[in-house]
């Protein structure tokens, strides 16, 4: 009897809910199986289910793992708000700046993916998805040099896809290496410029350790009298900060070069 009366109260009791690790770990598996939509259930679930003991970077990375499974999914902006709320905490992850560049790239939002594709180097020089992203990024702006620059650093890391792209380049005859603009040069000088601050340096020590530009740059150097204006602005008595916005304001400062 006494048997019979715990079986039945344990069958009437409520299931204990899974908790943020078990749901997290249950995400994971399923999306390695390939199901998908039952992984995104289950971080959705598992996000809801956090508490602060579980640690903010743990809620970070299901973030970001959601956020990769919504965009193959076409769920683009619900994609981008989960990046969003991972980077916002996990500031050193460069496959998720990474992808994060990448969706907005497919948002139409060029300037806003290479800004993240710029982190994502910044913080793993040698992560080649990057720069193949980066490339199509400034093949979709027109900037077909920079662009070259990308796919053959890609290559150079071992991504067949951009050593196929370089091949193809030079075979319709486009294999010739033109010299970069100065405000094009100007420009990435100061986009690298604010992605190496993210790691503690200075402004003024990011573009003294920059390589120079010579007369067939093609990227990858920063302008010499961009160097050289720098270093004059923070003599002249400016903050490392207010030094950088009058160099680049305008990206005039190559104009000598």
């Known amino acids: 009897m006494i048997a019979a009366v715990l079986i039945a ?14 749901l997290s770990a249950r995400a994971a598996r399923r999306a390695r199986d390939g199901r998908a939509a039952a992984a995104i259930a289950d971080y959705r679930a598992a996000l809801a289910a956090w508490r602060e003991d579980d640690g903010a970077r743990p809620r970070a990375r299901a973030q970001c793992a959601l ?82 620059e990308d796919y053959r650093r890609a290559c150079d890391l071992g991504l067949k896809s951009a050593c196929a792209k370089i091949a193809r380049s030079r075979r319709a005859g486009k294999g010739s290496r033109p010299r970069a603009s100065a405000a094009a040069l100007t420009a990435a000088c100061r986009r690298a410029a604010e992605a190496c601050v993210r790691d503690g340096s200075t402004y003024g020590d990011c573009l003294a350790r920059a390589p120079r530009c010579s007369a067939d740059s093609t990227g990858g150097c920063c302008p010499g009298s961009c160097a050289d204006a720098m270093r004059r602005a923070l003599d002249g008595g400016l903050s490392d900060a207010a030094a950088f916005r009058r160099v680049f304001a305008a990206a005039a400062c190559a104009a000598a070069d």
């Open 9 to 22: 109260l344990l069958a009437g009791a409520p299931a204990r809910a899974m908790s943020f690790q078990a």
């Open 67 to 148: 956020a990769d499974l919504l965009a193959d999914a076409g769920r683009r902006g619900e994609a981008l708000r989960d990046y969003d709320a991972c980077l916002k905490i996990e500031r050193r992850d460069a496959r998720a700046f990474d992808h994060r560049g990448r969706l907005l790239l497919l948002l139409g939002r060029a300037q806003a993916a290479l800004d993240d594709f710029y982190k994502s180097v910044a913080l793993d020089m040698n992560y080649a998805p990057a720069y193949l992203d980066r490339a199509r990024a400034y093949e979709r702006r027109g900037d077909k040099v920079f662009a070259r």
